[in-house]
C-alpha cells in the first residue's frame, strides 16, 4: 500500500537545524511532485515547499525562502527538507505529501507527520 513516513523531527534551539525525511513506497515516486507543508499550534495547514518529479526544480513559500531546502532522491524514493535558521514560529507538525503538479492540485498521498519544536 502506499506510504509516505516521515522522520527528523525533534527539538531544535532558535537558530538551530534540522533535516526532515520522507521515505515513499507504494506508488511511482519519480512520477510525482512532492511537497512539505506544516500545521502549527491552532493554525491552518500552510504550504512550504514542492520540487517536481524530476528534482530540476523546485518551489518555496515566503516564510520559509532562504532557510528551508527541498530535495529528493529519485533512485532512494525520499524527499527532504534541510531546516536552518529555525524560529519558534517554526514549530509544528511537518508533512510531506505528493501530487502530480507542483503549485495546483489535490494531494494524492500524505505523511502521519513529525512534529518539530523550536524552543530555547
Known amino acids: 500500500q502506499v506510504q509516505l513516513v516521515e522522520s527528523g523531527g525533534g527539538l531544535a534551539q532558535p537558530g538551530g537545524s534540522l533535516r526532515l525525511s520522507c521515505a515513499a513506497s507504494g506508488f511511482t515516486f519519480s512520477s510525482y511532485a512532492m511537497s512539505w507543508l506544516r500545521q502549527g499550534p491552532g493554525k491552518g495547514v500552510e504550504w512550504l515547499s514542492g520540487?517536481?518529479?524530476?528534482?530540476?526544480?523546485?518551489q518555496y513559500a515566503d516564510s520559509v525562502r532562504g532557510r528551508f531546502t527541498i530535495s529528493r532522491d529519485n533512485a532512494r524514493s525520499r524527499v527532504y527538507l534541510q531546516m536552518n535558521s529555525l524560529k519558534p514560529e517554526d514549530t509544528a507538525v511537518y508533512y510531506c505529501a505528493a501530487r502530480v503538479a507542483v503549485l495546483t492540485g489535490e494531494y494524492d498521498y500524505w505523511g502521519q507527520g513529525t512534529q518539530v519544536t523550536v524552543s530555547s
Open positions: 520540487i517536481y518529479s524530476d528534482g530540476g526544480d523546485s
